[in-house]
């Protein structure tokens, strides 16, 4: 079995997520955003590749039943109800909605994975409960692929210390899985930073782009391991949380 890391889904290939079971990594902001909103008991968080995609959407759904959320350049669009800020989804504006959510680079990642088996959203607010999910299917016989949405079609830290930090965890003391040169990456990546995730996250580009633009309270709400322990499931173009209603 395999435990593939994947940078930037601009290079990614039908045959790197065929039939595997997928993680799709953006841990500043948009995959901690969808854990926390569907922790807070969001109906369903529907990924956009743009803005506008989004709206068209909205205009056939009841008005009250959805939340328009998402970024440019990591602040709230225009006419939107949210940004793409873990600290705004919370319980009171999201339950029992469909969030609808179109940001840079999170949102493109989940739709270009087309083709996989299974697809989780992967953060470290829901480190626990995806990492055992991905171990069991590890353990069944399934590849894994972990994909790092990346930052502007470029490398991000923060994603790939996130990932080998779920390399770690899946793999851990399995026989016979091979990791590619990108998960061993990962892994070493993670073992710099261990525990220390506001080190990481201010010496990430993003992280400090992020702090700069005033949304130093979201580095906080990211680092913050299994705080939404909630097993996102990307299936038939929406988001869900595994639980009764989404069993595997
Ligand atoms: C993205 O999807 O590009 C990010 O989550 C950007 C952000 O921090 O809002």
Same mark, same amino acid.
């Given at each position: 079995? =395999?435990?593939?890391v994947l940078y930037?889904?601009?290079?990614?290939? %039908?045959?790197d +997520?065929? #039939?595997r +079971?997928v993680? +799709?990594v953006d841990v !500043?902001?948009?995959?901690?955003t969808?854990a926390?909103?569907l922790?807070n008991?969001?109906?369903?968080?529907? %990924?956009?590749?743009s803005?506008?995609?989004?709206?068209?959407r909205?205009?056939?759904m009841?008005r009250g039943s959805?939340?328009l959320? &998402?970024? =440019?350049?990591?602040?709230?669009?225009e006419?939107?109800d949210? #940004?793409n800020s873990?600290?705004?989804h919370?319980?009171? +504006?999201v339950?029992?909605?469909?969030?609808l !959510?179109a940001?840079t *680079?999170?949102?493109k990642a989940?739709?270009?994975?087309?083709?996989a088996?299974?697809v989780v959203?992967?953060?470290?607010v *829901?480190l626990? &409960?995806?990492s055992t999910?991905l =171990?069991?299917?590890?353990?069944g016989?399934a590849d894994?692929a972990?994909v790092?949405a990346?930052q502007? =079609?470029?490398?991000a830290?923060?994603d790939?210390?996130c990932?080998g930090?779920?390399?770690?965890?899946i793999s851990?003391r399995l026989?016979?899985?091979e990791?590619n040169?990108?998960?061993?990456a990962?892994?070493?990546?993670d073992?710099?930073y261990?525990? *220390?995730?506001m080190r990481?996250?201010?010496t990430?580009?993003?992280?400090?782009a992020?702090?700069?633009? &005033?949304?130093e #309270?979201d580095?906080?709400a990211c680092?913050?391991?299994?705080?939404? %322990?909630?097993i996102?499931?990307?299936q038939?173009r929406m988001?869900?949380?595994?639980?009764p209603?989404?069993?595997?």
């Amino acid at each position: 079995m =395999r435990v593939d890391v994947l940078y930037g889904v601009q290079q990614l290939t %039908p045959q790197d +997520v065929q #039939g595997r +079971v997928v993680a +799709v990594v953006d841990v !500043l902001r948009a995959s901690t955003t969808i854990a926390v909103a569907l922790a807070n008991g969001a109906k369903s968080v529907v %990924p956009f590749d743009s803005s506008e995609d989004a709206i068209m959407r909205s205009k056939q759904m009841e008005r009250g039943s959805f939340r328009l959320a &998402g970024e =440019r350049r990591m602040l709230k669009m225009e006419g939107f109800d949210l #940004g793409n800020s873990p600290l705004e989804h919370t319980r009171d +504006v999201v339950e029992g909605t469909s969030v609808l !959510l179109a940001t840079t *680079n999170g949102t493109k990642a989940l739709l270009a994975v087309q083709g996989a088996r299974d697809v989780v959203v992967a953060s470290y607010v *829901n480190l626990t &409960g995806v990492s055992t999910m991905l =171990r069991s299917a590890l353990r069944g016989g399934a590849d894994i692929a972990i994909v790092c949405a990346g930052q502007e =079609r470029q490398f991000a830290l923060e994603d790939a210390a996130c990932a080998g930090r779920y390399v770690h965890n899946i793999s851990r003391r399995l026989a016979d899985i091979e990791l590619n040169d990108a998960a061993l990456a990962a892994s070493l990546i993670d073992r710099k930073y261990g525990d *220390n995730l506001m080190r990481l996250f201010t010496t990430a580009a993003h992280g400090r782009a992020l702090a700069a633009a &005033g949304f130093e #309270g979201d580095l906080t709400a990211c680092a913050a391991v299994d705080s939404f %322990p909630v097993i996102p499931i990307y299936q038939d173009r929406m988001i869900t949380k595994l639980g009764p209603e989404r069993e595997r």
